[in-house]
Structure formats: C-alpha cells, structure tokens
Nanobody, 126 residues
Framework: QVQLVESGGGLVQPGGALNLTCVAS????????MGWFRQAPGKEREFVAV????????LYGDSVKGRFTISRDFAKDAVYLQMDSLRPEDKAVYYC???????????????????WGEGTQVTVSS
C-alpha cells in the first residue's frame, strides 16, 4: 500500500516562493499520475496541478497557471510543486494525490484520485 507524505510548507511573504515535495513509500508511484490540490478554510478542495505518468504532460488550475510548476523524479519516487510569486490567496493546506487509472480529462477532480497525503500548510502573509 502506497503512502504519500508532503513537506516544504511554511510561512512566506507575498511575492515569495516555496517548493513542496511529495514522497511515496510502500509502493512506487511511477505508474500513476500525480496531482496537487489545496484547501483553504471554509472552501472546497481546489485543483492545483497534475503531471502525467512519464512527466510529459502537465495541467494547471487557472489560479496558479504561470506561477506554479509541477515536476516529478522517478528515481526518488517524488513529485514537486514549485510555487513562485505567491499571493495571500494561495494560503491553504496543500495535498498531493495519486491517480492510478483515471482519464486525463477528469484529473482536475479530486474524486479521480486513489491515494492522498495528509497535507502541508502554506501561509502567505507579510
């Protein structure tokens, strides 16, 4: 059974950057698509980004497009989210998730994912 563990969250000033890491254990995630979601207090979980099995395809939510970059390292069984030009509205708990067999067209939906990490808090404030 695979487990996902996120790290790299913290407090950053507006305009700053953070790099989130999600590491898998228990089973390789190299055959799955990996996504990032976030959830702010009182709001629904929001799609952030997803990367394909081989890393050739990526998709971003409109609110982060051009500022965030998703990537993966097969040797380390990890996926990353580089977040630049952070804004106060980016404050949320960020989750990584694994999708084993869902269609690409539905990977913006949290219901498509099979395994979730416990999240890491990101706060953007001066």
């Amino acid at each position: 059974q695979v487990q996902l563990v996120e790290s790299g969250g913290g407090l950053v000033q507006p305009g700053g950057a953070l790099n989130l890491t999600c590491v898998a254990s228990g089973r390789t995630v190299s055959e799955g698509k990996m996504g990032w979601f976030r959830q702010a207090p009182g709001k629904e979980r929001e799609f952030v980004a997803v990367i394909s099995v081989r890393g050739a395809l990526t998709l971003y939510g409109d609110s982060v497009k051009g500022r965030f970059t998703i990537s993966r390292d097969f040797a380390k069984d990890a996926v990353y989210l580089q977040m630049d030009s952070l804004r106060p509205e980016d404050k949320a708990v960020y989750y990584c998730a694994l999708d084993l067999d869902g269609p690409w067209s539905k990977l913006h939906l949290s219901s498509s994912y099979d395994v979730w990490g416990e999240g890491t808090q990101v706060t953007v404030s001066s």
